[in-house]
C-alpha cells in the first residue's frame, strides 16, 4: 500500500493488507459466489492504489486482465461505464445528505473539468459535464477518465469528501436528513393533525403540512383527499426556475433557505444524538370501538 494513501482519497485504514480471513464458514469455499471469492483472493479497497499506481499511468486496459478487478473498483466508488473504452462513472458519498460549500463547489469543479463525454452523449436537459443526485444521497459524475481519477481524489480529500465504499458489496452511504430539526417539528405536527382528524371521523385522508409565506420557517397542517396525492407527482414550480432550464433563481432560494439556514440543535447521551424521547402515558380511549 502507498505510503500517502490516506491524504489521497480521505480514508483512514486499519488492520491488515492481507486478504479478509473467512472464519469459521457456514459453507464451504468453493460455494461461494464469485463476488465472495475476489475479496478473498484480494482485499477489495487495494484497488485504489492500483488505480493510483498502475491504471493511471499505463491505461485502462489492464483492469479487465486481473480477475475480479472490475468489480473491486465498486469499492473505490468507480463503474465502467457501459460504452466501454476509458469511461467511467465515479460516486461520491454525502453522509447525512449534507454538503459544505468547498465540497459542493469540488464535485462541481470535478464534474466541469473531467465529466465531458464524447460528442452525441449530452443529455438533452443538462448538456455535458453534470452531475447525478441519487436517491441515496450520493452525487455521481459521468465520462471520467482512469487517468483524472488520482487528481480527482486529491481534491475531494482536501475538502473531507470519499468516493470509498460508495458503490458494491460494502456498507455505501449514510443517509438522513440535515434538517432533521425541522423534521422533528413536523412529524411531532403531523402525528397530531392525524389523531386529532381520526377522532373527528375523517376518513381516506392525508396529513399535509403548509408552508408558511414568510422569511422565518413557519408550518401549519392541513388534510387532503388520498385520491388526490396517491400515486400524483408534485413537480417544482416552473416559475422556480432559470430560463436555462437548470439552475434556481431567487424565488426556490426563498423557499429553501428558511429550511436550512442556522443551526439545528441536537441533544446527545453518550456520544450518540438523540432526536426524540416518548414518555408512556396511559390516555382514556377516545374512539369508539372497532366494528368490523
Known sequence: MTKDRDELYGLNLR??????PFINPYRKTGELNEVELFK?????????????DTY???????IAKVPGEVERLKWAGIYPQKQGGNAFMMRVKVPGGFLTAPQAREIGVAADAFGEGPDGTESRMFGSRYADLTTRQTVQIHWLRIEDIP??????????LTTVQACGDSARNVLCCPVSGVDADEAFLAGQAAVKAAINGET?????????????????TGLAPLGEVANNVKKLPREWINEDGVSMN????????????GEVA??????????ARLDKVRVDKTLPAYVA
Open 204 to 220: 381516506d385522508k392525508l396529513i399535509t403540512l403548509v408552508r408558511g409565506d414568510t422569511d422565518i420557517y413557519s408550518c401549519e
Open 15 to 20: 488492520g491488515t493488507d492481507r486478504p479478509m
Open 250 to 261: 431567487f424565488q426556490f432560494i426563498r423557499y429553501a433557505q428558511p429550511l436550512i439556514q
Open 56 to 62: 493511471s499511468k499505463e491505461g485502462y486496459e489492464g
Open 151 to 160: 487528481r480527482i481524489w486529491r481534491r475531494f480529500a482536501a475538502v473531507g
Open 40 to 52: 478473498l483472493e484480494r482485499h477489495p479497497l487495494e484497488i485504489a492504489d492500483a488505480i493510483i
Open 266 to 275: 441536537v441533544p446527545h447521551e453518550n456520544g450518540v444524538p438523540v432526536f
